[in-house]
């Protein structure tokens, strides 16, 4: 079955960094175009990033665009999203998928920016 496995979130302080890690299994991975998602506390689950099946195109929403870096290495069948220059706002759990609408998605990892 498919399977999505999030991994390397936290506590950081603003301006620190954290590296995102998601493991995936369970189907064509490097077929499928990938996507991180996120959901602030109290809020709706929101696109942040995603990446072509090639990892030539990558795409992001504006407030994250220079600040984060979304990759994947295919022999390993992962996916990551590097994120610098954090902020109070990036706090949320963040998610991996294999779908645009974020329906096949992991169990997430909490990410939180606080000093």
């Known amino acids: ?7 390397g979130g936290g ?11 998601c493991k995936c299994s369970g189907f064509t991975f490097n077929m499928n175009r990938m996507y991180w998602f996120r959901q602030p506390p109290g809020k ?6 995603s990446i072509s099946f090639g990892g030539l195109d990558t795409q992001y ?3 994250v665009k220079g600040r984060f870096t979304i990759s994947r290495d295919n022999a390993k069948n992962e996916l990551y999203l590097q994120m610098n220059s954090l902020r109070s706002e990036d706090t ?24």
């Open 61 to 63: 929403i504006p407030s």
């Open 44 to 49: 709706g689950l929101e696109w942040v990033s």
């Open 11 to 21: 506590l950081v302080q603003p301006g620190g960094s954290l590296r995102l890690s």
């Open 1 to 7: 079955q498919v399977q999505l496995v999030e991994s």
């Open 92 to 115: 949320a759990k963040y998610y991996c998928a294999k779908d645009e609408g974020g329906y096949f998605r992991g169990q997430g990892t909490q990410v939180t920016v606080a000093s």
